[in-house]
């Protein structure tokens, strides 16, 4: 069963415009929900995580994302995009003990 | 900072070969895991292991084993490489499994079965 579905492939933003990275999870219980941020010919880094505290979590670079148990969703926004943020974003939840990824979402960035 | 380490950047190994990919990590962590990326499919789980000796099948372990006989050490196997094999492969150490635990890791090894 897929545990977790990033909705674009790719998403392409002009610089300084909203960006909205789309995820969708599914969980029999209260997850633990991640975003990684990787770019070219780099690792992965943890962008923010969400542990059942605040549903709206801030990470670094300026990147939120809001968990919604009714929607169950988790999408990660950021208000203006940076030339910098062009990278491959994933979604992650754990479940039974495991790191699920997402296929990930392409974000590309626009002059 | 916890490191993880892969040993090698790139690999270009024949068909049927056995391949060893390594992964070392300096923190002392119980829970260690092995993915394969390609383009459009994400990260897939082929083993973890979350003690020394032991580990279990992630979502795709065929072809695959692995070897944890220390703790700070997790091997990934390739029995007989074959060019599906072909990927990126990510290792990533952490410290537990409960909530909110951060994954950290490796640069990766970019495998090519020729």
């Known amino acids: 069963a897929q545990s977790v579905t990033q909705l674009d492939s790719h998403v392409s933003v002009s610089e300084g415009t909203p960006v909205l990275l789309r995820c969708n999870y599914s969980?029999?219980?209260?997850?633990?929900l991640f975003w990684y941020v990787q770019h070219p010919n780099k690792g992965l880094q943890l962008l923010l995580k969400?542990?059942?505290?605040?549903?709206l979590v801030k990470g670094i670079n300026g990147f939120e994302a809001e968990f919604k148990k009714s929607e169950t969703s988790f999408h990660l926004t950021k208000p203006s995009a940076h030339m910098s943020d062009a990278a491959e974003y994933f979604c992650?939840?754990?479940?039974?003990?495991?790191?699920?990824f997402g296929s990930g979402t392409k974000l590309n960035v626009k002059p | 900072d916890v490191k993880v380490t892969q040993s090698s950047r790139y690999l270009v190994k024949r068909t049927g070969e056995k391949v060893f990919l390594e992964c070392v990590q300096d923190?002392?962590?119980?829970?260690m895991f092995w993915y394969r990326q390609d383009p459009g499919l994400g990260l897939r789980l082929i083993y973890f292991?979350?003690?020394?000796?032991?580990?279990e099948k992630g979502d795709i372990p065929e072809g695959y084993s692995v070897s944890r006989e220390k703790k700070e050490r997790f091997s990934l196997i390739l029995e007989s490489a074959s060019t599906n094999q072909t990927s990126m492969y990510l290792c990533?150490?952490?410290?537990?499994?409960?909530?909110?635990?951060?994954?950290?890791f490796g640069q990766g090894t970019r495998l090519t079965v020729v």
């Open positions: 969980s029999s219980y209260s997850p633990s």
């Open positions: 292991s979350y003690d020394v000796k032991m580990k």
């Open positions: 969400y542990t059942s505290a605040a549903t």
């Open positions: 990533a150490s952490i410290l537990d499994l409960g909530q909110g635990t951060e994954a950290f």
């Open positions: 992650v939840v754990i479940n039974f003990n495991k790191f699920y």
């Open positions: 923190m002392d962590h119980e829970n």
